[in-house]
């Protein structure tokens, strides 16, 4: 891995021209001076030894491979984490039915809560103008949207940190010259995905916000926006993860055997059915339809539901009938549980 110096190439072309003319002056101080008066020998002598001392710290030494390889490692291994934590938070919100408390996104601006009662009253208030509180929960008090106010502002307040965790670091990692070309572009790749991921789950929560007059049903955020911000930030942990398992792992070659590349299908392909279970899982969850059926392994008196396929597209059904959606996640469990 190639490392790159602090200095810009304008800068140590310009210390390399004037260390060389340095280097003349010297030879021709020495050449008609040195030879014969032992004291301007012994001063260019000593000069000569300060050069060496203010050019090593001009040039710092470069960093061992494995060092940064560690370190950069190890910071995105400490990332995935994170992410890990931010999806279980996102999925306690979604149970204690927290997410559509906050009803305005501000980066900066929602980072201290309200602090007094007037502050508290004011925010509960916005959050009366909205279709959950209409709906759902109009004889809420003020004590109880504090729970759920807290609870999505923890989400909140933890993704702005795992921004930080990625951005901060890139920074430096990029001056200190940590960061080869390919690991530059995976590094600002990693923060462009975590931008995004937060953009993408105030659209989520925006659906759940708007007034729907033609609809009798549970105000809540669309299942496939849902979806959506689960995927993404599945696929930034696992991004993490194997970035820095790859740097703090060094690969292996091993002899190229038949059974090898049958491991290297089965792995992909298990691993890509637990993602899909996973978004089957969100679906699961944005429609509340692990509520329709509470029985296993029969779906109440059957195997296979009679509505199954009672929507108009049939492709309407995999998407949007909470019936055919839980149905559809337990087949995906089963196949998952028979592989392992």
């Not at 149970?95 to 601006?109: A, F, N, P, Q, R």
């Not at 929507?311 to 469990?333: A, C, Y």
Request: glycine content about 8%; proline content about 5%; hydrophobic content about 40%.
């Amino acid at each position: 891995m190639p490392h790159y110096r602090t200095n810009t190439f304008k800068e140590g072309r310009k210390i390399a021209v004037q260390k060389t003319c340095e280097v003349k002056i010297h030879n021709v101080v020495f050449f008609f001076f040195g030879q014969h008066n032992p004291r301007c020998r012994l001063w260019l002598v000593r000069r000569s030894q300060s050069n060496a001392v203010s050019e090593a710290s001009v040039h710092p030494a470069t960093v061992p491979n494995a060092t940064t390889n560690r370190i950069v490692g190890r910071w995105l291994i400490a990332c995935s984490g994170m992410v890990a934590g931010a999806v279980v938070l996102g999925g306690v919100t979604r149970l204690t039915e927290s997410g559509l408390s906050m009803v305005d996104w501000h980066l900066i601006k929602e980072m201290k809560p309200p602090s007094s009662q007037a502050e508290w009253e004011a925010e509960f208030q916005k959050y009366q103008q909205f279709p959950e509180f209409k709906i759902l929960n109009h004889s809420m008090t003020l004590s109880e949207f504090k729970f759920i106010w807290y609870m999505e502002y923890s989400h909140r307040m933890w993704g702005r940190l795992v921004g930080l965790a990625y951005i901060l670091p890139t920074v430096y990692f990029w001056r200190r010259g940590y960061l080869n070309r390919g690991m530059k572009a995976c590094a600002v790749g990693l923060c462009g995905f975590v931008v995004f991921q937060g953009l993408l789950g105030w659209y989520m929560v925006k659906s759940g916000l708007e007034e729907k007059p033609e609809s009798y049903d549970v105000p809540r955020v669309s299942q496939y926006r849902l979806t959506a911000h689960l995927g993404s930030a599945l696929v930034l942990y696992c991004a993490s993860l194997w970035t820095g398992l790859t740097l703090l792992l060094p690969q292996q070659k091993l002899p190229n055997a038949q059974q090898i590349a049958w491991l290297r299908r089965f792995a992909h392909g298990t691993g890509g059915l637990v993602f899909l279970t996973a978004l089957s899982g969100a679906f699961v969850a944005g429609l509340d339809a692990g509520l329709v059926y509470n029985s296993f392994p029969k779906m109440g008196n059957y195997w296979i539901p009679d509505d199954l396929l009672s929507f108009s597209p049939t492709l309407k059904n995999f998407f949007e009938n909470p019936t055919t959606v839980q149905f559809d996640h337990r087949i995906l469990v089963k196949l998952n549980a028979s592989f392992y």
